[in-house]
């Protein structure tokens, strides 16, 4: 058997591989699927194995719990009690002249696709899903800002439309972040399958340490009194 690092960067990044091939000789993965996996691995840095693991259950548990959160919301401050506020009576938007209701649907969808597109374009190197991701982004943060528009430039606005873009708001963020979790969740999750399936071995990461030699050069680069 023959142990060799796997370098898939080409000298174009700085950072070290975490992935080892094991035996040159076995069955590897595809070279765009080692550098995708050693993005993922330098990018959330995971110690060894075992820590992999437990990023992949806590990554996992806090996008199901914020995704969670965005229902529960969603339903009770749009669907439950979504009148009281003043939604009924709000402007539509000058887009499709979609009211609240159907802004509160889209909204977290938009976002929701946007992550995904903009984690691909990252990890892919991809201009294309990149571009996707920032002009849904863009149409996002637009009906997020509408109802404050509807207040500052107009005579039509009411004040309840404050609390529509606080609620959007909100609901774009939770969705964001829980789609980032799940996905890193998710891509963690196939590295460790890659890892498994094939002669390869993650490299431990050690912590940054002050070597002996160190302390002997500090002590004697202090002049004696």
Same mark, same amino acid.
């Given at each position: 058997?023959?142990?060799? =690092?796997?370098?898939?960067? /080409?000298?174009?990044? /700085?950072?070290?591989?975490?992935?080892?091939?094991? /035996?040159?000789? #076995?069955? &590897?993965?595809?070279?765009?699927?080692?550098?995708?996996? %050693?993005?993922?691995?330098?990018? *959330?840095?995971?110690?060894?194995?075992?820590?992999?693991?437990?990023?992949?259950?806590?990554?996992?548990?806090?996008?199901?719990?914020?995704?969670?959160?965005?229902?529960?919301?969603?339903?009770?401050?749009?669907?439950?009690? $979504?009148?009281? &506020? =003043? /939604? =009924?009576?709000?402007?539509?938007?000058?887009? !499709?002249?979609?009211?609240? !209701?159907?802004?509160?649907?889209?909204?977290?969808? *938009?976002?929701?696709?946007?992550?995904?597109?903009?984690?691909?374009?990252?990890?892919?190197?991809?201009?294309?899903?990149? &571009?996707?991701?920032?002009?849904?982004?863009?149409?996002?943060?637009?009906?997020?800002?509408?109802?404050?528009?509807?207040?500052?430039?107009?005579?039509?606005?009411?004040?309840?439309?404050?609390?529509?873009?606080?609620?959007? $708001?909100?609901?774009?963020?939770?969705?964001? !972040?829980?789609?980032?979790? *799940?996905? %890193?969740?998710?891509?963690?999750?196939?590295?460790?399958?890659?890892?498994?399936?094939?002669?390869?071995?993650?490299?431990?990461?050690?912590?940054?340490?002050? #070597?002996? =030699?160190?302390?002997?050069?500090?002590?004697?680069?202090?002049?004696?009194?």
């Amino acid at each position: 058997m023959t142990v060799a =690092g796997a370098s898939f960067n /080409d000298g174009n990044n /700085d950072a070290e591989s975490r992935i080892e091939v094991i /035996d040159n000789s #076995g069955n &590897l993965p595809h070279p765009t699927n080692l550098e995708l996996a %050693d993005s993922v691995l330098n990018r *959330l840095e995971p110690k060894d194995r075992h820590e992999m693991g437990q990023m992949i259950h806590s990554r996992s548990v806090m996008g199901g719990i914020l995704f969670a959160a965005v229902g529960i919301f969603w339903w009770l401050t749009v669907s439950v009690i $979504g009148d009281k &506020l =003043g /939604d =009924g009576g709000a402007q539509p938007s000058m887009i !499709f002249n979609l009211g609240f !209701f159907h802004v509160s649907l889209l909204i977290p969808l *938009l976002v929701l696709i946007a992550t995904v597109l903009l984690m691909h374009s990252r990890e892919r190197s991809s201009w294309q899903s990149g &571009l996707i991701g920032g002009i849904l982004l863009i149409i996002a943060l637009y009906f997020t800002l509408e109802p404050l528009g509807w207040i500052v430039f107009t005579d039509q606005g009411s004040p309840s439309m404050v609390l529509q873009s606080l609620r959007i $708001g909100a609901l774009a963020i939770m969705v964001h !972040f829980a789609s980032h979790m *799940l996905l %890193d969740a998710i891509l963690l999750s196939w590295v460790q399958k890659m890892l498994q399936s094939f002669p390869l071995e993650l490299s431990t990461l050690e912590p940054l340490l002050l #070597g002996q =030699g160190g302390f002997d050069k500090d002590e004697e680069e202090v002049s004696p009194a």
